[in-house]
């Protein structure tokens, strides 16, 4: 559509109204408070990242944003209420590559299409899982890990935060890789996953940086390898997987922000610049490095082809792996 101060003129005065209204509640944007609805439990990585998103953010619109914890089908639930929600920015989702990629190439009945639902706003930060083990595990590194597996096959139990999810693909993966037995023991969240491998209730869980440094540091827990292609300047002593044994092994979780499909490309651009500045502050990046996450905030077309190229990576990988969530 041309930019001529004619063009409205040419239009039917229903849709010219229309075309006025949505440029005058963009420019009002926002005028109340905003829900960002996170699909996992507090203290999951993505629930991590949005606490220190929303406060940012809401002192920048000068508006308060809410957080919604809505967990539920490894964030399908959270997910379905976005979609739901009306387009007009005061609803967004905080996302995982495992609810916008991988749930939809393992799952033909979700109640959403990312690329038919979703708007992208902003791609935000990304952070490598680590495999940590229970502090009484007897395998104290990535080769005696494996080896023990396969001396007692299906003996060691798994974490995962659910199907399709960062920590179930590495782990499935690494046991693929490896030729191991694994057992999966899904959790609605990695708090509730950590607290009992912490317990020794579960042998190992391959989570998220976010979530699981604070605890190896503590004590609490035993890192064995960092899912990365290089070790975290954070954790240098904590080897990559690759290093440790499985050549080639790498993964990493990432989060972004988006609002459902609808929504006034006004809004988006508003919500992605005040993002951009947000993320590019030192001390928002400094947080995330002190717990071995990286900035990756840009516009909306790079988290867009970041999707796309993750659905291919995915998809290929699923299928050489027959992983499935049935």
């Not at 559509?1 to 009002?28: Q, R, V, W, Y």
Request: aromatic share 6%; net charge positive.
């Amino acid at each position: 559509m041309t930019n001529s101060p004619f063009a409205l003129k040419a239009l039917h005065p229903a849709c010219a109204m229309l075309i006025a209204c949505a440029a005058a509640g963009a420019a009002e944007y926002p005028a109340k408070s905003i829900r960002v609805i996170v699909p996992f439990p507090p203290d999951s990585g993505v629930d991590i990242v949005a606490r220190i998103t929303v406060p940012a953010l809401s002192a920048t619109l000068d508006k308060p944003l809410v957080i919604d914890n809505r967990a539920g089908a490894d964030g399908v639930v959270g997910a379905h209420i976005a979609v739901k929600a009306a387009p007009d920015g005061y609803t967004l989702l905080m996302a995982t590559g495992g609810i916008l990629c991988v749930l939809p190439l393992m799952q033909s009945n979700l109640p959403y299409v990312p690329a038919r639902d979703f708007a992208s706003i902003a791609q935000l930060a990304a952070t490598p899982n680590i495999l940590v083990t229970t502090v009484s595990l007897t395998a104290r590194s990535v080769k005696e890990l494996i080896a023990l597996a396969r001396e007692k096959p299906g003996a060691i139990n798994y974490a995962s935060t659910g199907k399709g999810t960062g920590s179930h693909l590495a782990a499935e993966l690494f046991r693929v890789q490896t030729g191991i037995t694994l057992v999966n023991v899904p959790y609605q969240g990695s708090a509730a996953a950590l607290s009992d491998v912490i317990a020794g209730r579960v042998e190992i869980f391959f989570n998220n940086a976010l979530s699981a440094l604070p605890h190896v540091r503590n004590g609490k827990l035993r890192a064995l390898g960092v899912i990365s292609p290089e070790r975290l300047s954070i954790a240098a002593d904590i080897p990559t997987i690759a290093e440790a044994g499985v050549p080639a092994y790498a993964a990493e979780t990432w989060y972004g922000l988006v609002a459902p499909t609808g929504t006034p490309r006004a809004i988006i651009l508003r919500l992605n610049n005040a993002l951009v500045r947000i993320f590019q502050h030192p001390d928002i990046g400094a947080r995330l490095a002190a717990d071995g996450a990286r900035v990756t905030a840009g516009a909306p077309r790079q988290f867009a082809d970041h999707l796309a190229t993750e659905n291919t990576k995915w998809g290929t990988v699923l299928k050489a792996s027959a992983l499935s969530v049935n």
